[in-house]
């Protein structure tokens, strides 16, 4: 558990939610007062999630002016700490930090589930999207852009393998969702983490993954791996000259964009003007120079949308990751 202690109010809140432009300051209203803000975390300490909501902690400690706690319930893909939150009151002292995978993917994978990721949440607010890229291994598959890959993988159904960090993870679906929409027929090979899957990629063992870009950037630049496209709708500033995936104009492409976003999310029932103050203040911190720079560094895209942008996000990554499990025909053992 990681705690910072309170600060003083930086500035005061405003009384609604703010839009995508820079924010201003709030004024303050009952919320927070007595107790510090917990946020459950749904992956284990030292994840890519974590590494993000420990960067806006104390910031947001220092905006809200009270402690920020994060409290680590990893487990079942994120499902214990989802839980827990969803059976948790409803005052805005309780938040879960997770996924497009914990509230989108979850709900296609596991069909019983003990809570609903819309109707037992309120989303708050999202933080980034985290891009995945293309990534391959030059002498196993030796292309050099999208097209030749979709080229030489169609000339040769079944022999290319590609690695994820597990099955259902965001680097499974990303890339299902590549084979789903161009035909693609590649074999998956699911590994146990992160580590494991660009090992694999390294030694050979299979041609490449879809995996975060700060995961694969070192290995980028020393040559022994190969960027072909990213994932999200637009470049990443990390790595400006890979197109997305989208850009390549090959049919089945457009509109392709599978960033697994960041977010925040209360229990059902947290009143609206607590809800609203949350989201206006994650939008202030994400503006602050220094944070918004270590995150793009790290290969990040700051995500600002009001609580209603995001429940839209979060309804509509539910029914597309619904329709890729089912296309893709992945189940959970």
Known sequence: ??????????????????????????????WPSHQPVTIIMTFNAGSGVDVVARLIQE???????????????????G??????????????YTLVFGTAATHGTNAALYPKLPFDVEKDFEAVAPVVDVSNVLTINPDVIKVN???????????????????????????????????????????????????????????????????????????????????????????????????????????????????????????????????NKLNAAIQQVLHQPEIKKRLEDSGNSLRFETPEQFRKTVHENRLKSAEIVKAAKITIQ
Not at 6 to 24: E, I, K, N, W
Request: a positive charge; one cysteine or more.
């Open 145 to 275: 852009s999208l097209a030749e890959f979709v080229k030489e993988v169609k000339a040769n159904p079944g022999k290319y393998n590609f690695a994820s960090t597990g099955n259902g993870t965001g680097t499974h679906m990303a890339f299902a969702e590549l084979n789903w929409r161009l035909g693609l027929d590649m074999v998956h090979v699911p590994y146990k983490g992160g580590p494991e899957a660009i090992t694999s990629v390294l030694r050979g063992e299979t041609c490449c993954i879809m995996n975060q870009v700060q995961t694969v950037l070192p290995h980028y630049k020393s040559g022994k791996l190969r960027l072909l496209a990213a994932t999200t709708a637009k470049p990443i500033a990390a790595v400006p000259e890979v197109p997305p995936v989208a850009a390549s104009g090959l049919p089945g492409t457009k509109g392709f964009d599978s960033a697994i976003w960041f977010g925040l999310w209360a229990p059902k029932g947290t009143p609206a003007p607590i809800v």
């Open 79 to 92: 499902n214990i700490a989802s839980e827990y939150v969803a059976r948790a009151k409803p005052d805005g």
């Open 1 to 30: 558990m990681t705690v910072f202690h309170r600060r003083t109010l930086l500035g005061a809140f405003a009384a609604a939610a703010l839009t995508t432009s820079a924010p201003a300051v709030l004024a303050q209203g009952d």
């Open 59 to 77: 910031p947001l400690s220092k905006l809200i002016g009270q402690t920020v706690i994060i409290d680590y319930k990893p487990g079942a893909a």
